[in-house]
Nanobody, 122 residues
Framework: QVQLVESGGGQVQAGGSLRLSCEAS????????RGWYRQTPGNERELVAT???????NYADSVKGRFTISKDNFRDTVHLEMNDLKPSDTAVYFC????????????????WGQGTQVIVSA
């Protein structure tokens, strides 16, 4: 089992900044991928950003240049620095970890945080 605990959501005005953090705990031998997704009512969860063990990042076009994903290997965490926020960024944000229970595990474990609300007012 992998548990993810998020923090850092809230409400800001357009143009403001927020930082989201997520820490993983539980049983896993390695982390394949860490990331952030977001979801608005009536819509599917969408990718915001991911980061690989080697630090390679991937961003949704809508957040490129404004959001930065980072990780802390020693604490099994992932962060999302969000700058120049827009009302369209309003959503519930979920952190995501893809892990391996054992070094030789063939199937990854996909885990989600509980979600943290981000509200950006005009």
């Amino acid at each position: 089992q992998v548990q993810l605990v998020e923090s850092g959501g809230g409400q800001v005005q357009a143009g403001g900044s927020l930082r989201l953090s997520c820490e993983a705990s539980g049983t896993f031998a390695s982390i394949d991928l860490r990331g952030w997704y977001r979801q608005t009512p009536g819509n599917e969860r969408e990718l915001v950003a991911t980061i690989s063990p080697t630090g390679n990042t991937n961003y949704a076009d809508s957040v490129k240049g404004r959001f930065t994903i980072s990780k802390d290997n020693f604490r099994d965490t992932v962060h999302l620095e969000m700058n120049d926020l827009k009302p369209s960024d309003t959503a519930v944000y979920f952190c995501y970890f893809q892990t391996r229970r054992f070094i030789y595990s063939l199937d990854p474990t996909r885990s989600w945080g509980q979600g943290t609300q981000v509200i950006v007012s005009a």
